[in-house]
């Protein structure tokens, strides 16, 4: 049974910063790929980055977070990490952490497997 746990949320001034970790159990963590969407009051829930398996050196970012949000992977801790910098109010949204079915990072919901529990990030004016 695989478990993703999400920590880091709160709330922050705009302009300022936090760090989201996302801590997987299971078996083998560096085979799958990771990413971050985020759901906002009253709309869908999209696409906020992605990264693939074993050295990370490839990821994919939504087109709102590009230059401020990134993402990345420490194997030995089977951990994901959203380092938010330059935070917006309209980045006020809650957070999941999503654990693919493979090891090729993507854009797609549907190709999620494992959804956390999700944490509440708000950015004040």
């Known amino acids: 049974q695989v478990q993703l746990v999400e920590s880091g949320g709160g709330l922050v001034q705009a302009g300022g910063s936090l760090r989201l970790s996302c801590a997987r159990s299971?078996?083998?963590?560096?085979?799958?790929?990771m990413g971050w969407f985020r759901q906002a009051p009253g709309k869908e829930r999209e696409f906020v980055a992605s990264?693939?398996?074993?050295?990370?050196?490839?990821?994919y970012y939504g087109e709102s977070v590009k230059g401020r949000l990134t993402i990345s992977r420490d194997n030995a801790k089977n951990t994901v990490y959203l380092q938010m910098n330059s935070l917006k109010p309209e980045d006020t949204a809650v957070y999941y952490c999503?654990?693919?079915?493979?090891?090729?990072?993507?854009?797609?919901?549907?190709?999620?497997?494992?959804w956390g529990q999700g944490t509440q990030v708000t950015v004040s004016s």
């Open positions: 990264i693939n398996n074993w050295s990370g050196d490839t990821t």
């Open positions: 299971g078996p083998i963590f560096s085979f799958y790929a």
């Open positions: 999503a654990a693919y079915r493979g090891g090729m990072a993507t854009m797609s919901e549907g190709d999620v497997r494992d």
